[in-house]
């Protein structure tokens, strides 16, 4: 989705299709509330108002630039949802932790997350291919070290470790340097 795009027309005074694009994102948020006590009706309601949400934050300039309009929606109605569930008193079944979370922090918060995660993805990517491989199948492939040692030809298990050490740092600094360049 372009996000300027989305962004424009809320600013533009044409909610209409910036909405009719962000429908898109309901089924998520409505099988989310399902899951945890909500009905179809309640789904729609909380989605309505995350992007009431959204539409004040655009209109009122406070909407980060690094934030994505999607993320920022599916995690409004999250909070929202997970706010409606203590008020409700029902245990929402939500591991997220966003239960904790008040409105305005909230939100906020789930904005500094999404810029955090960005960084991340940012590292990941400046990283060489055999480092993003290497974490690639250790963390989200779940290959154990050994596997990992014979699949790039190293001699120990080991050798395998100090080398996914040495990307974990390498991502670790480049994620820092990226934070550091984002607040100046």
């Known amino acids: 989705m372009n996000e300027n795009k989305i962004i424009n027309y809320l600013q533009d005074g044409r909610q209409e299709k910036a909405f009719a694009r962000l429908y898109k994102y309901f089924p998520k948020v409505e099988k989310h509330i399902l899951v945890n006590s ?3 009706e309640e789904a729609l309601d909380i989605f309505q108002d ?12 406070s909407m980060k630039a690094d934030v994505k309009v999607d993320g ?4 409004s ?16 079944g939500d591991d997220s932790g966003l239960g904790n979370l008040q ?9 500094e997350k999404e810029i ?4 991340v993805d940012e590292a990941l990517q400046k990283l060489g291919s055999k ?5 690639e199948l250790f963390y989200y492939k779940s290959l154990s070290m050994d596997q990992i040692a014979k699949e790039f030809g190293y001699k120990s298990v080991k050798s395998a470790k100090v080398q996914k050490y040495k990307c974990m740092e390498s991502a670790r600094k480049l994620a820092l340097q990226l934070q550091n360049d984002k607040k100046h």
Not at 51 to 61: D, F, T
Not at 72 to 75: A, R, V, W
Not at 77 to 92: D, F, Q
Not at 131 to 135: G, N, Q, T
């Open 72 to 75: 920022f929606l599916i995690n």
């Open 103 to 111: 409105d305005e922090d909230g939100i906020e918060e789930l904005e």
């Open 131 to 135: 480092c993003k491989r290497i974490l």
């Open 116 to 119: 955090k995660f960005k960084i």
């Open 50 to 61: 995350a992007l009431v949400l959204l539409y004040q934050k655009v209109n009122a300039g």
């Open 77 to 92: 109605c999250k909070l929202l949802w997970s706010n409606e569930l203590r008020k409700k008193k029902v245990r929402s």
């Open 38 to 40: 909500g009905s179809k």
